[in-house]
C-alpha cells in the first residue's frame, strides 16, 4: 500500500481554525483520511516533522483513536487525562462513540481560553453536530473532509484510476486494481456490519439492497415508494434508511431548485454514490473498461464532479433543476453571491439537448459550464463554456 501523504485542500481552513477557536471538528465519512490528515497538520503547525513521534512527554499533540480500546481507557477519568495535556492539541478520533465529553470539553475549552486546544474528529455528522451544538456553540468552528478531490491527486493518478477507484486513500492508492476492488468491498462489508450498529431501527441486509439498488438508479430522481415495493419495506423507512446513509455521508441528495418562474418542476430530490468506486463496487464492475461501457458512466461522472464541488464548496447551496417540460441541467449551484449552472458530460465531444438550453433560459446563471473528463476545455457559446474539472474549480474561485 502507498503510504505517502498527499496535501488535502482543507488542511488552510483547518490551520486557520486552530488559531482562532478553541474546538474545531473535521467531519467526514470513514478512512477519507481524516486521521492522517490531522496527525500531519498537529507536526506541521509546530514545526515539527513527520519522523516525530506523539504522547510522549514533552510533544505538543496527544491523539486518541476512540475505537482503541486502550485509548478509550484513557478517559475512564477523562476530566484528568485532559487537564494533564493542557498546552497541547488534544485530537480525538470518532468522538460521536462518547458523546459525555462534549460537556467536559466546552467547560475546559472555557477554562483555558487558548485556541487549538481540541480538534475532535466524527464519521457520524449527525450525531457530532447534535451532540457539540448543544454545549459548544461559539466556540467550535466545523471543517469537512472528502475523499481526495481531483486536484489532490492530478498528476499522480489517471483520470481512468479516479473513475474506477473512486478518491478513498486506501482504495486509489493500492498496488492494483483487484487489491482496489477488494479493499472497497471490504469497506462496505464493514461499513453495513460494524460502523452501523450505532444506528437504530433497520437491518443490515436490508440496507445493503438499497445502497445497491441506489447504485443501479445513481443520478436519478428518488421514488420512495418504488424502492419500499422492491424492499419489501414502507416508504418511511426507506426514507430513514437514506438519511443514515447520508449522514454517513455514504450517499448525497441534491434538492430540487424552487423558483417561482410558473413552471412545473420535478420536485423530488437526485440521489448519487458518494464515490465513483463504491459505486463502481456495488454494481460489481470490476475494471475500468467495465466500467466506461455501463449505463452508469455517465451518472458517475456526475458524482465525480459533484464530490469536487462538495469539497471546494463546502458551504454552498447545490441543487439541480428539472421541469415536466423538458428543461434539465445537472447542478445549479450558488456561491459568493452568484449562480452557476453546471451539466456533466462523460464525453470529449459534449452534446447539448434542447432540454439543456431551455434549463439555462429558465435559471439564468451568471456563467454556464458543461463539463468534461478532459485535461482542458473551450469557448461553445456566449456564457457558455465546456471547461475540465481543475478548470471549473479555478473560473469559479475567480468569479
Same mark, same amino acid.
Given at each position: 500500500m502507498d503510504i505517502r501523504y498527499y496535501t488535502r485542500s482543507a488542511e488552510a481552513g483547518i490551520l486557520h481554525s486552530l488559531k482562532y477557536f478553541p474546538v474545531t471538528a473535521v467531519t467526514g465519512p470513514r478512512q477519507c483520511g481524516k486521521s492522517t490528515l490531522v496527525k500531519q497538520l498537529a507536526l506541521k503547525r509546530k514545526g515539527q516533522t513527520a519522523a516525530?513521534?506523539?504522547?510522549?512527554?514533552?510533544?505538543?499533540?496527544?491523539?486518541?483513536?476512540?475505537?482503541?480500546?486502550?485509548?478509550?481507557?484513557?478517559?475512564?477519568?477523562?476530566?484528568w487525562f485532559l487537564s494533564s495535556n493542557k498546552g497541547k492539541l488534544i485530537c480525538i478520533d470518532e468522538v460521536q462513540r462518547k458523546p459525555e465529553l462534549f460537556p467536559l470539553i466546552r467547560s475546559l475549552a472555557d477554562e483555558w481560553q487558548r485556541p487549538g486546544s481540541f480538534l475532535i474528529l466524527g464519521s457520524a455528522s449527525r450525531d457530532l453536530l447534535k451532540q457539540?451544538?448543544?454545549?459548544?456553540?461559539?466556540?467550535?468552528?466545523?471543517?469537512?473532509?472528502?475523499?481526495?478531490?481531483?486536484?489532490e491527486i492530478e498528476g499522480k493518478h489517471t483520470?481512468?484510476?479516479?473513475?474506477?477507484?473512486?478518491?478513498?486513500?486506501? %482504495?486509489? *492508492? /493500492?498496488?492494483?486494481?483487484?487489491? $482496489?476492488y477488494q479493499w472497497r468491498e471490504d469497506f462496505i462489508s464493514t461499513f453495513l456490519e460494524r460502523d452501523l450498529l450505532q444506528w437504530t431501527g433497520f437491518t443490515p441486509a436490508a440496507m445493503g439492497r438499497l445502497w445497491r439498488m441506489l447504485a443501479h438508479v445513481n443520478g436519478q430522481t428518488v421514488?420512495? %415508494?418504488? *424502492? /419500499?415495493?422492491?424492499?419489501?419495506? $414502507?416508504?418511511?423507512?426507506?426514507?430513514?434508511y437514506i438519511d443514515i446513509l447520508e449522514s454517513t455521508y455514504m450517499i448525497e441528495v441534491i434538492r430540487p431548485l424552487f423558483s417561482n418562474l410558473g413552471k412545473r418542476l420535478v420536485k423530488a430530490p437526485k440521489v448519487y454514490i458518494a464515490d465513483s468506486g463504491i459505486t463502481a463496487t456495488l454494481l460489481g464492475l470490476r475494471s475500468f473498461d467495465e466500467l466506461s461501457g455501463h449505463p452508469a458512466f455517465g451518472a458517475i461522472w456526475?458524482?465525480?464532479?459533484?464530490?469536487?464541488?462538495?469539497?471546494?464548496f463546502p458551504s454552498a447551496e447545490i441543487c439541480h433543476y428539472r421541469t415536466a417540460g423538458g428543461a434539465e441541467v445537472?447542478?445549479?449551484?450558488?456561491?459568493?453571491?452568484?449562480t452557476y449552472a453546471i451539466e456533466c458530460k462523460a464525453s470529449f465531444?459534449?452534446?447539448?439537448?434542447?432540454?439543456?438550453?431551455?434549463?439555462?433560459?429558465?435559471?439564468?446563471?451568471?456563467?454556464?459550464?458543461?463539463?468534461?473528463?478532459?485535461?482542458?476545455?473551450?469557448?461553445?457559446?456566449?456564457?457558455?463554456d465546456v471547461v475540465s474539472l481543475g478548470e471549473l474549480r479555478h473560473t469559479i474561485e475567480k468569479g
Open positions: 516525530g513521534k506523539h504522547g510522549k512527554s514533552g510533544d505538543t499533540y496527544v491523539y486518541l483513536d476512540l475505537e482503541r480500546p486502550s485509548d478509550l481507557q484513557k478517559l475512564d477519568n477523562a476530566e457539540s451544538s448543544q454545549s459548544l456553540a461559539g466556540r467550535i468552528s466545523y471543517k469537512r473532509l472528502t475523499p481526495f478531490l481531483w486536484g483520470m481512468e484510476q479516479y473513475f474506477f477507484s473512486g478518491g478513498f486513500p486506501r %482504495s486509489i *492508492l /493500492a498496488p492494483n486494481a483487484e487489491v $482496489s421514488n420512495y %415508494s418504488t *424502492l /419500499a415495493s422492491s424492499l419489501g419495506i $414502507s416508504s418511511v423507512s426507506v426514507k430513514k456526475e458524482q465525480i464532479v459533484l464530490s469536487n464541488l462538495r469539497g471546494w445537472d447542478f445549479v449551484l450558488n456561491v459568493g453571491g452568484k465531444s459534449p452534446v447539448l439537448s434542447k432540454g439543456n438550453y431551455l434549463a439555462f433560459e429558465d435559471v439564468a446563471p451568471q456563467q454556464t459550464f458543461v463539463v468534461i473528463p478532459a485535461p482542458e476545455g473551450w469557448p461553445l457559446k456566449p456564457g457558455i
